[in-house]
């Protein structure tokens, strides 16, 4: 090419690149500081003022995301945690909170995506091809914006040894195929080791232990043990042998008391006073017609806060 068009090319370049960032990319979303503002003080504002019963959740989560976000041109890997505890204990919740802190866009980001074990991986045969597709469509979301979020919910319910495609995309590989994997985010939820962790919170309460005095130590050694052996997408992948996950956080299982103000907290969406005599009197009623717990301990709601919010609907209308 001559000087000259090449020049030409150059500015059209630098025109595009200009347009991109100062037009485009503040209407659209882009992968840069607009579309992903990485709010961890509103996120620790958010699960200070809505996660009910989960003081190890609140301790955890946001060090270890502010940690990831500050030092991300040093890192060498991808922040990976996992997330397990019974159903209705706030995995959910709290990945969602999660992902509307750190996007714009919040989970309807195209940088987040997520992943259900039953829909998405629903063939114990089909193991190949889902190990193809997460491999290849991890790397596709990377190489779009190296700061993006990958939820697998229901791990546990996927075929064993789906993960093991993943663990070169999550291990220390700075640069997969040219792929940036250092800044990414995965979290997987599972209920694998729930009722390991009621009946170890269950006994330690037993023996004296204030809930709130437990500590992640307490519950970390099972956890992992649990994930390698109990089946599901986890079992005995080459992602626990290499230890990428950097950590396990328990949901522990909701006594009364927590389902008490998951109630409350339902009311208070509906824009209704939870202190009002009737909704004290509907709390109550659901509370004993419709909530039952674990056999062992006789203490911990076995669907949590699962389910209330059609519940409360119900009887509000
Ligand atoms: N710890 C909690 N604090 C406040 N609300 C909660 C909590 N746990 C559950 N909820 C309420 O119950 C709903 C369902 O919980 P969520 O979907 O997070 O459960 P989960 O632990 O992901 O369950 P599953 O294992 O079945 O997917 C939430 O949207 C929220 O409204």
Known sequence: LEPLSMGAIGGAVAMGMYFKEYTYCRFSECCDDRSIPARIHELERSLESTLIGQHIVKQHIVPALKAHIASSDKSRKPLVISFHGQPGTGKNFVADQIA????????????????LGQADFPNESQVGSYK???????????RSCPRSLFIFDEVDKMPSGVFDALTSLVDYNAFVDGTDNTKAIFIFLSNTAGSHIAGHLGSMMKNGRLREDTRLSDFEPLLRKAAYNMDGGMKKTTMIESLVIDHFIPFL???????????????????????QPKAQEIIEDIINSSISYDRTHSLFAISGCKTLEKKVAMAIH
Request: glycine share 2%; proline share 4%.
């Open 100 to 115: 509307n802190a750190l996007y714009l866009k919040g989970s309807k980001s195209n940088y987040v995506t997520k992943y």
């Open 253 to 275: 299982p909701m006594e009364k008391a927590h389902v008490i103000k998951c109630l409350e907290a339902e009311f208070v969406r509906w824009f209704r006073d939870p202190t």
């Open 132 to 142: 193809a597709k997460i491999n290849l469509e991890v790397r596709q979301t990377l």
